[in-house]
């Protein structure tokens, strides 16, 4: 490529993906859920989705070879990359300094597992009123990252992701429909999650054979009286997950049954709960309720 194509912006094509592999000795492995983006029009379409402009400052987790990474930083956005696997950690810099060298000083790479990232060991975030989440997230680990990185960030504040389009379903369900489960209700714990498009397998190296979808997401601000966390009197995460947790863990039984160590009779009432009904018919604001009402009797013995 000649210098020209850099200041433009060169995004990473199929042949520049490969090669950057093999320089680098990396093979796609199972052990991370690596699949690399060989499609420029798909990263710019994630970029633009997630609406991130040089006003943002962005984290990725999962950069890999730096597809998606470039097509962020080309918006003029500053940015942390996440990456667990060290050798691409190690190679990401230079791939910018190549591609899009302008752009090297606004991009920075932390080699670590994102189950393991906080405010303390990642501290890039800490004086943000509020930063986003952009990334092409590895199948198995997607939705306990994204729980594990709101859980940690109060100033995580909206997501564009790419998942597993059954992980995507999952995530953006709501009640009383089959897929409706533990993440679809805790993620509405901490705002709204809607699917945003569909992406073919076509687009990946090595192509997986499952289809990819992608998720936003957008926190609810402090104030918002549609957060359940919303008030002086909100019940704890704690507790509501864990009611989550048993309701959906015995997805047939009542609530009744699932939670009666948890959830006495009249902590029901208190709530207007029908105690016959299932977790999966539940909203998170009725998770909330319940677990408010356990709060105020006092009488949690779980």
């Given at each position: 490529m000649n210098h020209d194509d850099a200041s433009a912006g060169h995004l990473l094509g199929a042949a520049d993906i490969r090669r950057i592999a093999a320089d680098a000795g990396v093979s796609p492995t199972k052990k991370f859920g690596q699949n690399f983006v060989i499609d420029p029009g798909t990263v710019r379409r994630i970029v633009r989705e997630a609406g991130v402009t040089a006003n943002d400052h962005v984290m990725e987790v999962g950069p890999g070879l730096g597809s998606l990474t470039l097509a962020i930083l080309?918006?003029?956005?500053?940015?942390t990359a996440v990456e667990i696997d060290p050798p691409l950690a190690e190679r990401l810099p230079s791939t910018v300094a190549e591609f899009m060298p302008e752009a090297a000083d606004r991009l920075k790479v932390v080699n670590r597992d994102a189950?393991?990232?906080?405010?303390?060991?990642?501290?890039?975030?800490?004086?943000?009123?509020?930063?986003?989440?952009?990334?092409?997230?590895?199948?198995?680990?997607?939705?306990?990252?994204?729980?594990?990185?709101?859980?940690?960030?109060?100033?995580?504040?909206?997501?564009?992701?790419?998942?597993?389009?059954?992980?995507?379903?999952?995530?953006?369900?709501?009640?009383?429909?089959?897929?409706?489960?533990?993440?679809?209700?805790?993620?509405?714990?901490?705002?709204?999650?809607?699917?945003?498009?569909v992406i073919g397998r076509n687009v990946f190296w090595p192509a997986p054979n499952v289809d990819s979808a992608l998720v936003r997401f957008t926190r609810f601000k402090a104030d918002d009286a549609a957060s359940p966390a919303f008030g002086p009197d909100a019940p704890s995460r704690e507790?509501?997950?864990?009611?989550?947790?048993?309701?959906?863990?015995?997805?047939?039984?009542?609530?009744?049954?699932?939670?009666?160590?948890?959830?006495?009779?009249?902590?029901?009432?208190?709530?207007?709960?029908?105690?016959?009904?299932?977790?999966?018919?539940?909203?998170?604001?009725?998770?909330?309720?319940?677990?408010?009402?356990?709060?105020?009797?006092?009488?949690?013995?779980?």
């Open positions: 080309e918006t003029g956005a500053a940015m189950l393991t990232v906080t405010p303390d060991n990642v501290p890039d975030f800490r004086d943000d009123d509020s930063f986003t989440l952009v990334a092409n997230l590895p199948y198995n680990v997607a939705t306990p990252i994204l729980l594990t990185l709101l859980e940690r960030f109060d100033n995580l504040g909206s997501f564009l992701v790419m998942v597993q389009k059954e992980v995507a379903d999952r995530l953006a369900a709501t009640p009383g429909s089959k897929i409706y489960g533990t993440p679809s209700v805790k993620l509405a714990w901490y705002g709204t999650a809607e699917r945003a498009g507790l509501v997950f864990r009611l989550i947790d048993a309701a959906f863990g015995q997805r047939r039984k009542t609530l009744h049954a699932a939670l009666k160590t948890m959830v006495p009779a009249e902590a029901f009432e208190a709530a207007g709960i029908d105690p016959t009904r299932r977790g999966e018919t539940l909203t998170i604001t009725e998770f909330a309720a319940l677990a408010k009402a356990v709060e105020s009797t006092g009488k949690e013995t779980a």
